[in-house]
């Protein structure tokens, strides 16, 4: 057995790995109170530690900086332009065809009734007028989505 006191080291060591310190440091230590306080005083020490070294962010960190950033912007402006420019394009040469050939369609159509030819024209200006308000609706929409702030 040990005749004096542990060292610093010696306890430290005991604590942290019993099976580095001698027969006789752990005779000892069975023997003395006093070792044995310093060697609890030294696990609440290490145990403080151990617990303070935990990470300092038990969040997600990076998955609470992802949500606080602004959603990224989608520009379809692009798409919806060509689209529309397509629909309107579109439109317009149905609408010269209409010009052109008008007279000649009146004349196919004339076993139906000029209501039902009004009708169509009636249901047409409608698409177009839905159609030009929605444009100016989404060109609107993107422009505010281009603008900073
Ligand atoms: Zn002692």
């Known amino acids: 057995?040990?005749?004096?006191?542990?060292?610093?080291?010696?306890?430290?060591?005991?604590v942290l790995n019993v099976s580095l310190s001698s027969h006789d440091q752990k005779g000892h230590v069975e023997q003395?109170?006093?070792?044995?306080?310093?060697i609890q005083l030294y696990?609440?020490?290490?145990?403080?530690?151990?617990?303070?070294?935990?990470?300092?962010?038990?969040?997600d960190l990076p998955d609470l900086v992802m949500t606080k950033l602004l959603p990224v912007k989608k520009h379809h402006i692009q798409l919806?332009?060509?689209?529309?420019?397509?629909?309107?394009?579109?439109?317009?040469?149905?609408?010269?065809?209409?010009?052109?050939?008008?007279k000649e369609m009146i004349g196919?159509?004339?076993?139906?009734?000029?209501?039902?030819?009004?009708?169509?024209?009636?249901?047409f200006g409608t698409?177009?007028?839905f159609n030009a308000i929605d444009i100016y609706r989404k060109f609107e929409k993107n422009m505010k989505g281009i603008e900073p702030g």
């Open 127 to 129: 698409m177009f007028l």
């Open 1 to 14: 057995m040990k005749s004096g006191h542990l060292s610093e080291n010696e306890i430290q060591d005991y």
């Open 32 to 38: 003395c109170e006093v070792c044995r306080q310093r």
């Open 43 to 59: 696990h609440a020490v290490f145990e403080s530690i151990a617990q303070h070294s935990k990470p300092a962010f038990d969040f």
């Open 80 to 102: 919806d332009l060509f689209t529309y420019t397509l629909g309107l394009i579109s439109m317009s040469l149905a609408g010269l065809i209409l010009y052109l050939f008008g």
């Open 108 to 123: 196919i159509l004339r076993p139906l009734s000029y209501m039902g030819i009004y009708f169509v024209w009636a249901a």
